[in-house]
Structures are given as structure tokens and as C-alpha cells.
């Protein structure tokens, strides 16, 4: 990987988590800079250090993906810090135990409360899902996936009445399910599994 390229990646997916409009998977994470402007930028140098940090693009990708859940306007220096390495580690601590993650914070959900309820808003107030999600108890993967079965974030945005935190929450979960590599079948099986076990009644996927 290139400077350049590094450059045209980082661009590219911060555009991809703080616009609604830009789809990274879309415009395939092209940059309408060009070779010449970005030698031309004060800062390229930090991305020549940061291509020199990966193996491949896949690696590079997600090491960027990391960094974005955790701060949607990362700036580029920061990433070349321990902290964006710490990010890093802890995205794929998760990722490679993926269904392990989901099935035990499904299993803590059911245990303590009633699925439905836990995915409910009250009076415009955050579910208790949300609320989980914001105070580091579940995975904001498990959230993605639970969201790409159970498809609920529309219920959410229309009736949480929060305008000021809300939407970017809103918006890192649509943005982020693109990079969660996951077999819907498979998950969906252990949702159920998890609903029979712990909750038979109030079963919320048919």
C-alpha cells in the first residue's frame, strides 16, 4: 500500500461514517484527489507511515473501520498513537469470535428481561438495547446483526425523540453492518435457539 492509497482508504471510509449519502461499498472507495494534490498536503507523511503499519488492504481496512466506530472523525495522526492500536485489537478480539460474542450477550439479554421490552421505546426514551450498547454491555455487533434480523432501527429512529446523540448512533449501525461478515441463516438459528431457551414466550422472530 501506498501513501496514496492509504490517503484514498482514509478518506473514503471517513466519508462512508459521517455522511448518509456516501456509500463506501458503492464508489468503491475511490478519492477525487488526485496523486499530485495529495503530494502537494502537509500531512501526507502521516500516511505513508500508516501504509507502512499493513500487510494487505484487508488489513489496513479494518485496522481504519476500528478506529472510525470509536471516533468518526479520527484524525489521521491519531491513528499512528497505541490507543488506535488498542482500537484495533479489540475490534478483532470480537470479530474473530463472532458467534461466540453474539450467542453469550443474546443469552445475557434473555436472562434478564424480556426480549421485546428489551428492544421497545417507551415514551420516545432509548430501549433497553440502546441503552446497553452506550454503556459497553453488548457488542455493537451483536446490535447489527440483532438489526439485520429483526430489522427495528427504523422503529427506533422514528420514535426516540433524541436529535442531538441519537442519530450518530443511528447512523454508525447502518454504516458499520456492511463490514460485519456474517451468515444471516446461521445467526437467526442461534436468536431462536437463545428465544426457546430463555424466553418461549414473546418469540420475536418467526
Known sequence: ?????????Y????????QESYDYFKYGGKSRTSIDAFEN???????????RRFSNDDQ???FLVANFLHDSNVWIGNLLTEDSDIHYRARQKVIQSLSYTFTNEIESIMKHENPNESLMVQDGEYPKLLTKLLHNEI????????NSILKFLPMWDKKIV????????????????????????KYKL???KELHENSENNAIVS
Open 41 to 51: 498536503k502537509k500531512d501526507k507523511w502521516f500516511f505513508y507511515k500508516l501504509s
Open 162 to 185: 433524541d436529535t442531538i446523540h441519537y442519530p450518530n448512533v443511528s447512523l454508525k449501525i447502518k454504516k458499520y453492518t456492511p463490514f460485519i461478515k456474517f451468515d444471516p441463516t
Open 1 to 9: 500500500m501506498t501513501g496514496y492509497e492509504a490517503f484514498c482508504l
Open 11 to 18: 478518506s473514503s471510509l471517513k466519508l462512508h461514517f459521517t
Open 190 to 192: 442461534i436468536l431462536k
Open 60 to 62: 489496513a481496512r479494518d
Open 139 to 146: 457488542s455493537i455487533e451483536t446490535v447489527c446483526i440483532l
